[in-house]
């Protein structure tokens, strides 16, 4: 019996692939700078970098985590001194993520790798089609937010 549908063409699969390929890459690379910090958490430090502290809940919809996945990468992050959580003052049953100043220096070092990551992904691309391809994987993530949730 043949099934049907093929796998190696479905935009899951081959999305799916590419992320994890991607973060794996990063990692290794990460790891042979002698940075202990996994993909899911650099991009958890980007999201404090480039913006204002944030709850833990807020960190962990705008990456697509489950809470105890948000609360075990946030763990990791303030286990090695790279984010504080505070109380908010506006609401004390929450706490306030902030990145440390001690995370800034690491953080440079990542962006470097993460840009070189993301320049051998991308190599053979025109910036048309770099430009493309942000725009469909953006549409896409737009058309499925809050679906199936």
């Known amino acids: 019996m043949v099934f049907s549908y093929d ?5 899951g699969y081959l999305t799916g692939l590419a992320n994890r390929q991607l973060s794996h890459t990063l990692a ?10 996994t993909a899911e958490q650099w991009g958890a430090i980007l999201l404090l970098l480039n913006g204002d502290a944030q709850t833990q ?3 962990g919809a ?15 992050l303030e286990r090695r001194g790279w984010i504080n959580r505070t109380r908010d003052p506006k609401d004390s049953r929450q706490k306030l993520v902030t990145p440390t100043p001690r ?7 990542c962006a470097v790798i993460a840009r070189e990551v993301i320049a051998d992904a991308q190599r053979g691309m025109t ?8 725009s469909l994987l953006s549409r896409i993530i737009e058309n499925l ?3 199936g949730r």
């Open 103 to 109: 995370v800034l220096e690491t953080a440079e070092r």
């Open 62 to 76: 705008q990456l697509f985590l489950e809470k105890s996945s948000a609360s075990r990468l946030l763990n990791g």
């Open 7 to 11: 796998h190696k063409i479905s935009l």
């Open 57 to 59: 809940g807020q960190i």
């Open 28 to 37: 290794a690379r990460f790891k042979a700078a002698g940075i202990n910090m």
């Open 127 to 134: 910036r048309e089609e770099q430009s493309a391809c942000r």
């Open 145 to 147: 937010n809050g679906m």
